[in-house]
């Protein structure tokens, strides 16, 4: 027997869906898997609110996700909608909820950065098979926030820090491309919060990231010719190459990045924020690599509905 669900993260930069089988032993097969770049959390570092051309683009997109929800005729008691880090910091994210329930008839859920931190790691473990050595650190780089979790057993040690590809662009990364200061004063910010974050990296045994920011960066070090799940789902890649990667992004044009074959033009701004973050995990662990996982929170929220 298997159940149909729906699952939705609504992020800072984009919205994504996922609509899979779940089995009675609970594992997941993917239906289908969506998503819109729609810069929700556009400003909302400086400002505090959503901004209203953000809350448009955003409500026109669930638009499109409930048509296709629909048509694969979703119990809509199975369909779960979660929002994160820019919901989270938003004073008007009153507007947003109500917005959510009115074009999709759920209770939108913003959660907390240790939800949202749980939900990555859960979706991100179930499809380890064999589970790799431990500790686990799993790694999510979101627009607005990175979640660390680092797990050995049933012991975990999480956090949710408020530094994600589209607030330290924002913040930093003002020109094109970014100037030697900006990306030094971009990097003391990730820097300060990793020394503050409370997970200890040094002692991660394997790593693992998921993301759109990180599965692109994956793209990259491999060299495809497109955005190829298949490809890069499970892939195992060395951290030199990604940062030497890293460093070759961060030094490109906007025009350049969205050149590249497998970058949405939609991340192509922000992107270099977001490496710079997963560079620096990176050179904290002490592993020589890393694996890239397609399962990430939305496999978490699918779960738990």
Same mark, same amino acid.
């Given at each position: 027997?298997?159940?149909?669900?729906?699952?939705?993260?609504?992020?800072?930069?984009?919205?994504? $869906?996922?609509?899979?089988?779940?089995?009675?032993?609970?594992?997941?097969?993917?239906?289908?898997?969506?998503?819109?770049?729609?810069?929700?959390?556009?400003?909302?570092?400086?400002?505090?609110?959503?901004?209203?051309?953000?809350?448009?683009?955003?409500?026109?997109?669930?638009?499109?996700?409930?048509?296709?929800?629909?048509?694969?005729? $979703?119990?809509?008691?199975?369909?779960?909608?979660?929002?994160?880090?820019?919901?989270?910091?938003?004073?008007?994210?009153?507007?947003?909820?109500?917005?959510?329930?009115?074009?999709?008839?759920?209770?939108?859920?913003?959660?907390?950065?240790?939800?949202?931190?749980?939900?990555?790691?859960?979706?991100?473990?179930?499809?380890?098979?064999?589970?790799?050595?431990?500790?686990?650190?799993?790694?999510?780089?979101?627009?607005?926030?990175?979640?660390?979790?680092?797990?050995?057993?049933?012991?975990?040690?999480?956090?949710?820090?408020?530094?994600?590809?589209?607030?330290?662009?924002?913040?930093?990364?003002?020109?094109?491309?970014?100037?030697?200061?900006?990306?030094?004063?971009?990097?003391?910010?990730?820097?300060?919060?990793?020394?503050?974050?409370?997970?200890?990296?040094?002692?991660?045994?394997?790593?693992?990231?998921?993301?759109?920011?990180?599965?692109?960066?994956?793209?990259?070090?491999?060299?495809?010719?497109?955005?190829?799940?298949?490809?890069?789902?499970?892939?195992?890649?060395?951290?030199?190459?990604?940062?030497?990667?890293?460093?070759?992004?961060?030094?490109?044009?906007?025009?350049?990045?969205?050149?590249?074959?497998?970058?949405?033009?939609?991340?192509?701004?922000?992107?270099?924020?977001?490496?710079?973050?997963?560079?620096?995990?990176?050179?904290?662990?002490?592993?020589?690599?890393?694996?890239?996982?397609?399962?990430?929170?939305?496999?978490?929220?699918?779960?738990?509905?």
């Amino acid at each position: 027997m298997s159940t149909l669900v729906a699952a939705i993260d609504c992020g800072t930069n984009s919205i994504k $869906v996922l609509i899979g089988s779940r089995r009675d032993d609970g594992t997941l097969d993917v239906v289908l898997r969506e998503s819109r770049v729609v810069r929700l959390g556009q400003d909302v570092d400086r400002t505090g609110r959503l901004a209203d051309e953000a809350l448009e683009r955003t409500f026109a997109a669930i638009d499109e996700l409930g048509a296709t929800i629909r048509a694969h005729d $979703v119990d809509p008691a199975r369909l779960r909608f979660c929002a994160t880090s820019a919901t989270r910091d938003a004073s008007n994210a009153a507007v947003f909820a109500e917005g959510v329930r009115r074009r999709l008839g759920v209770e939108p859920e913003v959660l907390s950065g240790d939800e949202e931190a749980a939900l990555v790691f859960a979706g991100a473990i179930a499809a380890q098979s064999p589970m790799p050595p431990e500790p686990v650190l799993v790694v999510d780089i979101g627009g607005g926030s990175t979640e660390l979790v680092l797990g050995e057993g049933e012991d975990r040690r999480a956090v949710s820090m408020d530094i994600g590809s589209v607030r330290l662009h924002e913040r930093h990364l003002h020109s094109d491309p970014p100037t030697a200061a900006e990306v030094a004063a971009c990097v003391a910010d990730i820097d300060q919060h990793l020394d503050a974050c409370g997970v200890p990296l040094d002692r991660a045994r394997t790593a693992i990231g998921t993301s759109g920011t990180i599965k692109t960066l994956a793209c990259g070090v491999l060299g495809l010719g497109t955005y190829d799940r298949d490809a890069f789902d499970g892939a195992t890649l060395s951290n030199a190459d990604t940062s030497d990667f890293v460093d070759r992004l961060v030094a490109m044009t906007v025009e350049d990045r969205r050149a590249l074959p497998y970058m949405h033009p939609g991340r192509a701004d922000v992107i270099g924020a977001g490496a710079l973050i997963w560079s620096g995990i990176l050179a904290r662990v002490p592993v020589p690599d890393h694996l890239v996982s397609e399962a990430d929170i939305l496999h978490g929220i699918a779960a738990a509905i």
